[in-house]
C-alpha cells in the first residue's frame, strides 16, 4: 500500500469555524490532489499540487486553500466552514507525468453543522 | 471538456455471474483510462489501467479494453465473488497527469 495517512480521519465542526485537513505521504511523489466525494456526483477535484509551493484549482475549489511547504504534506484548509462542505475527502498521490496511476489516502469524513 | 460516464447503480448480482459495467468516455487529446474500487469504509484503489487504444487492463479477474472508436472502458468479470462487493469507478485521466475526472461510480453487490 502506498504510504498516504489523512488526519484527522473524523471531525465534526460549526458553520462559520476555519478546518484543516492534513495529508501526510511517506512515497516522496511528486503530485498530491484534495478530491470531495458526495453522493451522486463521484469524485470530484478541489485542489493539486505538482511541487512544493506549486498548487492549481481543480474542479470544485471555491471555498478552500490549499498549502504545501515540504514534500510530504499537503493541507486542505476551510476557511469558514458550510454546511455545503460537509462530505468526505480524499487525498491522493501520484510520480507525475507519464506516470498517472494515482493512490488514495483513507479519508476524512467531515461534518459541517 | 473531458467527463465520463458510467452506468447507474445499484447493480446486485448473484455469485458466478457476468458482470459488466458500461463507462463511456469524452477527451481532447490522448486520455489514460482507469477503474478504480472502493470498499466500505476505505480509499480507492487502482483495479486496471490502459493507457492508448486497443490496450486491455486486467486485474484479479476483472478485464476492460480502450476502445476509441466507441470511446468506451467497460468493466467486465465472467464470475463474481461476494467478496466483489464495492464501487466501482470509471476514471480518465487528461494526458499532463494534472488533471483526473471520476465517473458517479456504480455500487455492486454480490449474493451468495
Known amino acids: 500500500d502506498a504510504g498516504i495517512t489523512q488526519s484527522p480521519r473524523h471531525k465534526v465542526t460549526e458553520t462559520g469555524t476555519p478546518v484543516t485537513l492534513r495529508c501526510h505521504q511517506t512515497?516522496?511523489?511528486?503530485?498530491m490532489y484534495w478530491y470531495r466525494q458526495d453522493p451522486g456526483h463521484g469524485l470530484r477535484l478541489i485542489h493539486y499540487?505538482?511541487?512544493?509551493?506549486?498548487?492549481d484549482k481543480g474542479e470544485v475549489s471555491d471555498g478552500y486553500s490549499v498549502s504545501r511547504s515540504k514534500t510530504e504534506d499537503f493541507l486542505l484548509t476551510l476557511e469558514s466552514a458550510t454546511s455545503s462542505q460537509t462530505s468526505v475527502y480524499f487525498c491522493?498521490?501520484?510520480?507525475?507525468?507519464?506516470?498517472?496511476?494515482?493512490?488514495f489516502g483513507p479519508g476524512t469524513r467531515l461534518l459541517v453543522l | 471538456g473531458d467527463s465520463v460516464t458510467q452506468m447507474e447503480g445499484p447493480v446486485t448480482l448473484s455469485e458466478e455471474a457476468f458482470l459488466t459495467i458500461n463507462c463511456t468516455y469524452t477527451?481532447?487529446?490522448?486520455?489514460?483510462l482507469f477503474w478504480y474500487v472502493q470498499y466500505p469504509g476505505e480509499g480507492l484503489q487502482l483495479l486496471l489501467k490502459?493507457?492508448?487504444?486497443?490496450d486491455k487492463g486486467s486485474n484479479k479477474g476483472f478485464e476492460a479494453t480502450y476502445r476509441k472508436e466507441t470511446t468506451s472502458f467497460h468493466l467486465e468479470k465472467g464470475s463474481v465473488q461476494v467478496s466483489d462487493s464495492a464501487v466501482y469507478f470509471c476514471?480518465?485521466?487528461?494526458?499532463?497527469?494534472?488533471?483526473?475526472?471520476f465517473g458517479t461510480g456504480t455500487s455492486l453487490t454480490v449474493i451468495p
Open positions: 491522493a498521490i501520484s510520480p507525475g507525468q507519464n506516470q498517472e496511476t494515482q493512490y
Open positions: 512515497e516522496n511523489h511528486r503530485y
Open positions: 499540487s505538482y511541487g512544493v509551493k506549486d498548487t
Open positions: 477527451a481532447t487529446g490522448y486520455p489514460s
Open positions: 490502459a493507457t492508448k487504444a486497443d
Open positions: 476514471a480518465l485521466s487528461d494526458g499532463t497527469g494534472n488533471q483526473f475526472y
